[in-house]
């Protein structure tokens, strides 16, 4: 017999609605993790009692999707939903039922939910319901849908995307008439609002398996929600330095950086602009010159249609216009490149250089695995030093510009850019006295530049 640990809260909810005489089980994915041996994120509840029935007997409740018989049951800060067994109606907007029927059925509540994977229910009391041989297909490892898959993606279209996200997650395949389907009804996927998708896509990009992003091009999901994808995945690169299609080396590079947000998108997107750049040489050899910040405005442009927020596209942004980057080796111009990216995003960039050379062509790796530790002990040396590497870290301010002499203005800024050229250079001249007369001597050299011999009168 299944046995799920199920948290002290979500078991007196449970305890409460029981002993007034109703059903209630935790159902869908908390009792799929448990039984996996994963942590839940959400522990979700159903019962046979009704909205307000389940509203009578919490102190504090929050009516979060009460029309559709959903209410937040709150114990302290802890929120827990809860939901009447239902029976949907007709959908016709690929994601919500025209109408809702409560019923006192489970099996008709299961019945509707998506994947046979998430449509377990669990109550200590009477053990696992497993109506549909949800166990059977985490035995398996594959995704199934309950009943019809179209019924299901006809109900709502961004279940294509979540079984794939499903596959990835848990190293499951899709079953046949899943993948068929996805591939039939992929269009219905213009009806979903950016927002749902981008969930829906991090949560893919940061699984354990984010290269199964492959999946969502082989059943053409990204021919709807991001077709500059399709176009990597058949752009060859016939070149030393690489042995795969920009497509198949996104993807390499995409399960060598660790599951960040920003950094798996950041090598989603590194190489979306190489199909705008590519040429060929009278040797054969491609060529993709420009290719960094071609991708950084692919990926903003996919970004802002995906509802991301500004600070994500703006880190994101960043990496991929400077993926490309290959300081020389020398703490002068690690200095610059910190600068140039930003100090806070440099660790990241490193992460990024590494993920990008690992799918590069095996003979070509160990060079450059070889000049990225020289890279990284050259920046942790800068690290350690506190070296100068943005206009907050220097020595004056404006301030102190203006205690000299300076006129309030914009030739504050132009010399506090100077000062900072300078101690990019020479980070030991970032001292206050130092720089105050260095901002002197420039000033003087710019008045004298702009002095001007008055051209001789006309006769």
């Known amino acids: 017999m299944t046995f799920i640990e199920i948290p002290e809260k979500a078991e007196r909810i449970l305890e409460t609605l029981q002993g007034a005489g ?17 942590t839940p994120g959400d522990w979700d509840i159903t019962t046979s009692a009704s909205p307000q029935q389940v509203k009578a007997l919490f102190p504090r409740t929050i009516d979060t999707g009460i029309e559709h018989g959903t209410v937040t049951v709150m114990d302290g800060k802890e929120g827990f939903e809860v939901t009447t067994y239902r029976i949907d109606g007709a959908y016709e907007d ?7 029927t409560f019923t006192s059925n489970l099996t008709e509540d299961l019945k509707r939910r998506d994947f046979t994977i998430n449509a377990m229910a669990y109550a200590p009391k009477t053990g696992l319901v497993d109506e ?31 079984a794939v996200r499903f596959a990835a997650q848990l190293g499951f395949t899709l079953a046949d ?30 699984s354990p398996l984010p290269h199964w992003f492959r999946l969502t091009y082989e059943t053409g999901i990204t021919s709807v929600i991001m077709p500059e994808f399709d176009r990597i995945m058949v752009q060859r690169q016939h ?130 695995l070889d000049y990225l530790r020289e890279l990284e002990h050259i ?26 002499g300076m006129t309030p203005g914009p030739d504050i800024g132009r010399v506090l850019e100077h ?27 710019e008045e004298q530049a702009g002095e001007v011999e008055p051209s001789p009168v006309e006769e």
């Open 132 to 162: 549909f041989g949800g166990m059977e297909d985490l035995k398996n490892k594959i995704i199934r849908c309950v009943g019809d898959p179209k019924e299901r993606f006809g109900e709502d279209a961004l279940r294509m995307l979540r």
């Open 239 to 368: 070149n030393p330095h690489h042995a795969y299609t920009t497509g198949e080396h996104t993807l390499v590079a995409m399960r060598s950086i660790p599951s960040d947000k920003v950094l798996r998108l950041v090598m989603l997107f590194h190489d979306m602009g190489k199909p705008d750049v590519f040429t060929t040489d009278e040797n054969g050899k491609d060529h993709f010159h420009g290719h960094a910040a071609y991708s950084a405005l692919i990926a903003e442009r996919i970004m802002r249609r995906l509802k991301f927020d500004n600070d994500t596209m703006r880190q994101v942004c960043t990496l991929v216009r400077n993926h490309s980057m290959y300081p020389q080796l020398t703490g002068k111009d690690v200095r610059r490149a910190a600068h140039q990216i930003g100090p806070e995003l440099f660790d990241s960039f490193l992460l990024v250089k590494r993920a990008d050379v690992m799918a590069h062509h095996p003979d070509v790796i160990p060079g450059k």
């Open 94 to 100: 690929c994601r919500h039922p025209k109408s809702v």
């Open 177 to 206: 008439d899943v993948r068929d389907a996805i591939r039939d009804m992929a269009e219905q996927l213009d009806q979903i609002s950016a927002e749902r998708i981008q969930t829906e896509l991090v949560k893919l990009v940061t």
């Open 22 to 38: 109703y059903e209630a089980y935790v159902v869908g994915g908390c009792v799929r993790d448990s039984i996996l041996g994963r």
């Open 419 to 445: 000062l900072l050229e300078l101690v990019l250079d020479y980070p030991e001249k970032n001292e206050h006295d130092v720089l105050i007369k260095e901002s002197r001597r420039y000033r003087a050299g």
């Open 379 to 404: 920046w942790q040396d800068v690290q350690l030093h506190g070296d100068c590497l943005s206009l907050k870290d220097l020595a004056v301010s404006g301030k102190d510009l203006i205690a000299d």
